[in-house]
């Protein structure tokens, strides 16, 4: 469209300049019928007022040939004016309707960086929760290992606590079946010891009666 305007223009500049030289060649020949007007009135010969009465008629017939021309030229030239004020409207339209786009293109331009920025932004945030995410796992897997051992060693020292007790109650009662048995023997012992005592006993009063 401005490309349109600036020819507009040019054409209206032509215009212009034709329309001028039209009305100098206009006053031009005016000038020059009335010289040879005033020339017959100021008692040339017949010949010569034949003459000037012929290029009179000439000059009238240019004049009036010229006037058309300057009448076409006149409203070509109001024509290209109202075209280049329409175009200039319309370029004005144009340019304010390109001042909007432009705005609006500045405020998406600054979304589309506030959103890359925002995006860049979630993105990062989303790293920083994967890494979070991974060393939690790592951390819980380790924490799994670590009291999975610590059961087993549990569980290990239970078992061997329960053989160990085990143990325990059977050599306990085999140190109590002993201590019975020695028990036993002990009261054996003193039972024969007192019969021995009482056998002695009855022999000794048996060798004080005789």
């Not at 030289?21 to 010949?47: A, C, H, I, P, R």
């Not at 012929?54 to 009238?60: D, E, G, H, Q, Y």
């Not at 609006?104 to 506030?114: F, M, S």
Request: a negative charge; glycine letters at 2%.
């Amino acid at each position: 469209m401005l490309e349109s305007l600036m020819l507009q223009t040019r054409q209206f500049e032509q215009t212009k300049m034709d329309l001028e030289k039209s009305k100098l060649d206009v006053v031009t020949l005016q000038e020059n019928l009335n010289s040879l007007q005033n020339g017959g009135k100021n008692g040339f010969n017949q010949t010569s007022n034949l003459d000037s009465s012929s290029n009179a008629k000439i000059l009238r017939d240019e004049i009036a040939m010229m006037r058309k021309e300057v009448k076409l030229a006149t409203k070509a030239e109001e024509t290209s004016k109202k075209a280049m004020d329409d175009l200039a409207s319309a370029l004005s339209e144009v340019a304010m309707e390109s001042s909007t786009v432009n705005e609006r293109l500045r405020l998406l331009e600054e979304q589309v960086a506030h959103l890359k920025k925002e995006i860049e932004r979630l993105r990062e945030e989303l790293e920083l929760q994967m890494e979070t995410s991974e060393r939690l796992r790592v951390e819980s897997e380790e924490q799994v290992l670590a009291w999975t051992a610590k059961e087993m060693g549990f569980i290990s020292y239970i078992k061997k606590a329960g053989e160990d007790n085990a143990s325990l109650k059977q050599e306990n009662h085999k140190h109590n079946e002993a201590l019975v048995a020695v028990e036993n023997t002990t009261r054996i012992a003193r039972e024969e010891g007192l019969k021995r005592r009482d056998i002695l006993k009855d022999d000794a009063d048996m060798l004080r009666y005789r």
